[in-house]
């Protein structure tokens, strides 16, 4: 058996998390072999946001935190291998997604930040990254990625099975009963999850999030702010598609409460203090409730359109227990758990994925799908930083 590293670091920015996976020589046989996360530091953190709108120096900054980044990586790599007892040696290699900053596909690019020759370097490893370029050069969306992953591992001979990523942004496969079927496997971004109950809570109450959902329990869901959200264009484009803080970020939110509560202050007041009709706190809940169920909502139709038979959930979001009970409202009577059930840990999955992806770099094989990302077809995804050389 084969070993490789996946890292991801997601649309919320908050840490980077680290699989390992072992794959045999024909890509079939597949083991998940542990994780770990390390935190993303505030600072980092806040220079990337800042990188998804133009700037002065924003090359500089950019390549500054591309290289702080590959140092959170290679952390993140050193705690796996030595949770799991391995050296350098014994990795085939790593799949680095990198920080999505900027993701406009509809002008032919996506920019992850990463300096994957500063990872390759300082762990020794192969490094698989740039994974969305090809596929975006032949006319895809260059994500989302990870159905492909999905269908390889959580297919079902019977089942037709939605999995779902509550990550920043939530996404969604879906994959048909693997019963010599035709159809084919299909996924896309739903819409914001994390990367707006972060932000809202960050701005309203100083916490970094809402742990459990508790504040979010709180508050009452305000059935004209969601209707406000649900009315976003995108919701109702039709896949492929994809998107990301370039469309659903802070300054979004803000103008649906504005329209809703006719907030007459500044931006940046809104969830600190009282401005216009938001009252502060109670309707600051109030907002978070409803970002919660615009991400059950969203979800739960893009499963029933689909015909889905049950839901497995995975990303940080499961650790939102009443996401996770919203969502299980509306999915009903469709069955949801997590993808503990399938044998891989939920906030594995999308690290897990990026190894995968890279086993599929090194074997040349496809690591795309063309019904997910609508590219001109299948495509050998990612670029490879190699610090080892041949003695041959």
Same mark, same amino acid.
């Given at each position: 058996?084969?070993?490789?590293v996946?890292l991801?670091?997601?649309?919320?920015?908050?840490?980077?998390?680290a699989?390992?996976l072992e794959?045999d020589?024909h890509g079939?046989?597949?083991?998940?072999?542990?994780?770990v996360t390390?935190?993303?530091d505030?600072?980092?953190?806040?220079?990337?946001?800042?990188?998804?709108?133009s700037?002065?120096?924003?090359?500089e900054?950019?390549?500054?935190?591309?290289?702080?980044l590959?140092?959170?990586?290679?952390e993140a790599?050193?705690?796996?291998l030595?949770r799991a007892?391995?050296?350098?040696a014994?990795i085939?290699?790593?799949?680095?997604?990198?920080?999505?900053?900027?993701?406009r596909?509809?002008?032919?690019?996506?920019?992850?930040l990463?300096?994957?020759?500063?990872?390759a370097?300082r762990?020794?490893?192969a490094v *698989?990254? $740039?994974?969305?370029? #090809?596929?975006?050069a032949a006319?895809g969306? &260059? !994500?989302?990625l @990870?159905?492909?992953?999905?269908?390889k591992v959580f297919?079902?001979?019977l089942?037709?099975r939605a999995i779902?990523n509550?990550?920043?942004?939530?996404n969604?496969?879906l994959?048909?009963?693997?019963c010599?079927?035709?159809?084919?496997?299909?996924?896309?971004?739903v819409g914001?999850a994390?990367?707006l109950?972060?932000?809202?809570?960050?701005?309203s109450?100083?916490?970094?999030?809402?742990?459990?959902g508790r504040?979010?329990?709180?508050?009452?869901v305000?059935e004209?702010?969601?209707a406000?959200?649900?009315a976003?264009p995108?919701?109702a484009?039709?896949a492929p598609?994809?998107t990301g803080r370039?469309?659903?970020?802070?300054?979004?939110?803000?103008?649906a *409460?504005? $329209?809703?509560?006719? #907030?007459?202050?500044?931006a940046?007041?809104? &969830? !600190?203090?009282? @401005?216009g009709?938001?009252?502060?706190?109670?309707?600051?809940?109030d907002?978070?409730?409803?970002l919660?169920e615009l991400?059950a909502?969203?979800?739960?139709?893009?499963?029933?359109d689909?015909?889905v038979q049950?839901?497995?959930?995975c990303?940080?979001?499961?650790?939102?227990?009443?996401l996770?009970?919203?969502?299980?409202q509306r999915?009903?009577?469709m069955?949801?758990?997590?993808?503990?059930?399938?044998?891989?840990?939920?906030?594995?999955v999308?690290?897990a994925?990026?190894?995968?992806?890279?086993a599929?770099?090194?074997?040349a094989r496809?690591?795309?799908?063309?019904a997910v990302?609508?590219?001109?077809?299948?495509?050998?995804?990612g670029?490879?930083?190699?610090?080892r050389?041949?003695?041959?």
């Amino acid at each position: 058996m084969r070993r490789f590293v996946g890292l991801m670091s997601g649309t919320s920015i908050d840490a980077v998390d680290a699989a390992l996976l072992e794959i045999d020589e024909h890509g079939f046989g597949i083991r998940s072999g542990g994780f770990v996360t390390v935190a993303i530091d505030a600072a980092l953190r806040d220079a990337l946001h800042a990188l998804q709108a133009s700037g002065t120096d924003e090359l500089e900054r950019a390549m500054r935190a591309a290289a702080a980044l590959a140092d959170r990586y290679t952390e993140a790599v050193e705690r796996l291998l030595a949770r799991a007892a391995l050296d350098a040696a014994q990795i085939t290699a790593i799949g680095a997604h990198g920080q999505t900053v900027r993701h406009r596909p509809q002008l032919g690019y996506s920019i992850q930040l990463l300096d994957a020759a500063r990872l390759a370097e300082r762990c020794g490893i192969a490094v *698989v990254h $740039d994974l969305r370029a #090809a596929d975006l050069a032949a006319g895809g969306q &260059g !994500a989302p990625l @990870v159905p492909a992953f999905h269908a390889k591992v959580f297919r079902s001979p019977l089942e037709r099975r939605a999995i779902v990523n509550l990550g920043g942004i939530a996404n969604v496969t879906l994959l048909p009963a693997d019963c010599g079927s035709e159809e084919p496997v299909r996924g896309f971004d739903v819409g914001p999850a994390n990367t707006l109950l972060d932000a809202w809570c960050r701005r309203s109450t100083g916490r970094a999030f809402d742990e459990d959902g508790r504040w979010a329990r709180s508050g009452k869901v305000h059935e004209g702010l969601l209707a406000r959200m649900l009315a976003e264009p995108y919701f109702a484009q039709a896949a492929p598609k994809s998107t990301g803080r370039d469309l659903f970020h802070a300054d979004w939110l803000q103008r649906a *409460v504005e $329209d809703v509560f006719d #907030a007459r202050g500044a931006a940046s007041d809104i &969830g !600190a203090r009282d @401005v216009g009709s938001l009252r502060g706190k109670r309707d600051a809940a109030d907002v978070q409730a409803t970002l919660v169920e615009l991400t059950a909502v969203t979800v739960a139709r893009a499963c029933a359109d689909y015909g889905v038979q049950a839901v497995y959930a995975c990303g940080g979001g499961t650790r939102n227990r009443f996401l996770m009970q919203r969502l299980a409202q509306r999915l009903a009577p469709m069955p949801l758990d997590t993808t503990a059930t399938l044998q891989i840990d939920p906030q594995a999955v999308e690290a897990a994925a990026f190894a995968w992806l890279a086993a599929q770099r090194i074997d040349a094989r496809a690591g795309n799908l063309v019904a997910v990302t609508g590219a001109r077809g299948p495509r050998v995804l990612g670029a490879v930083s190699d610090p080892r050389v041949s003695r041959d």
